[in-house]
T-cell receptor, first 115, second 114 residues
Framework: DAGVIQSPRHEVTEMGQEVTLRCKPISGHNSLFWYRQTMMRGLELLIYFNNNVPIDDSGMPEDRFSAKMPNASFSTLKIQPSEPRDSAVYFC?????????????FGPGTRLLVL | AQSVSQHNHHVILSEAASLELGCNYSYGGTVNLFWYVQYPGQHLQLLLKYFSGDPLVKGIKGFEAEFIKSKFSFNLRKPSVQWSDTAEYFCAVTRSGGYQKVTFGTGTKLQVIP
């Protein structure tokens, strides 16, 4: 298996622009997580999907952030409009059997820089 | 809500030295505990995990961790580190049962000097 796939790997954009991050989980996994990693706040869970349904979005910073999972093999995290403080590495992770007790497999991350 | 503390932010060791990274959590109930590693430029990978049973857990690459419930700790150890262990290490905790949010510590950067 190719593992969790994220695109793009790097994104540089200007403040105010829309940013869309993409994730393909491991085939057969039914849980998907979006995380944000910054120096100041470490690794934060943004949103968790189980069977394509958002279960916990309490970590989503504000209305500028939205996430979707239209099917079992694809998810997006959108920031609109982007701000410099959104600069971070965004990780997608997936796991099987639908529980966080299961091992999460992380993607390589998208390094976002908002100027 | 639970929280995780990793008090060592940056650790520098020489090769062959022994390693112990601290991890403390705050939650009085039953927990699941994890250590993840992030090598430079790579994504997070699971080192080891504890759900129940033997509190001494062995993971990959010679790492082990001991769950001490009375101390709310899950420290990571390795008897002899190698240069290739240079990475950032994250402790994580979740409550047991159903869906429970995973909380990560802020990470410890380990630098091993040849």
């Amino acid at each position: 298996d190719a593992g969790v796939i994220q695109s793009p790997r790097h994104e540089v954009t200007e403040m105010g622009q829309e940013v869309t991050l993409r994730c393909k989980p491991i085939s057969g996994h039914n849980s998907l997580f979006w995380y944000r990693q910054t120096m100041m706040r470490g690794l934060e869970l943004l949103i968790y999907f189980n069977n394509n349904v958002p279960i916990d979005d309490s970590g989503m910073p504000e209305d500028r952030f939205s996430a979707k999972m239209p099917n079992a093999s694809f998810s997006t995290l959108k920031i609109q409009p982007s701000e410099p403080r959104d600069s971070a590495v965004y990780f997608c992770a997936s796991s099987s059997i639908g529980g966080v007790q299961e091992t999460q497999y992380f993607g390589p991350g998208t390094r976002l820089l908002v100027l | 809500a639970q929280s995780v503390s990793q008090h060592n932010h940056h650790v520098i060791l020489s090769e062959a030295a022994s390693l112990e990274l601290g991890c403390n959590y705050s939650y009085g109930g039953t927990v699941n505990l994890f250590w993840y590693v992030q090598y430079p430029g790579q994504h997070l990978q699971l080192l080891l995990k504890y759900f129940s049973g033997d509190p001494l857990v062995k993971g990959i690459k010679g790492f082990e961790a001991e769950f001490i419930k009375s101390k709310f700790s899950f420290n990571l150890r390795k008897p002899s580190v190698q240069w290739s262990d240079t990475a950032e290490y994250f402790c994580a905790v979740t409550r047991s049962g159903g869906y429970q949010k995973v909380t990560f510590g802020t990470g410890t950067k380990l630098q091993v000097i040849p």
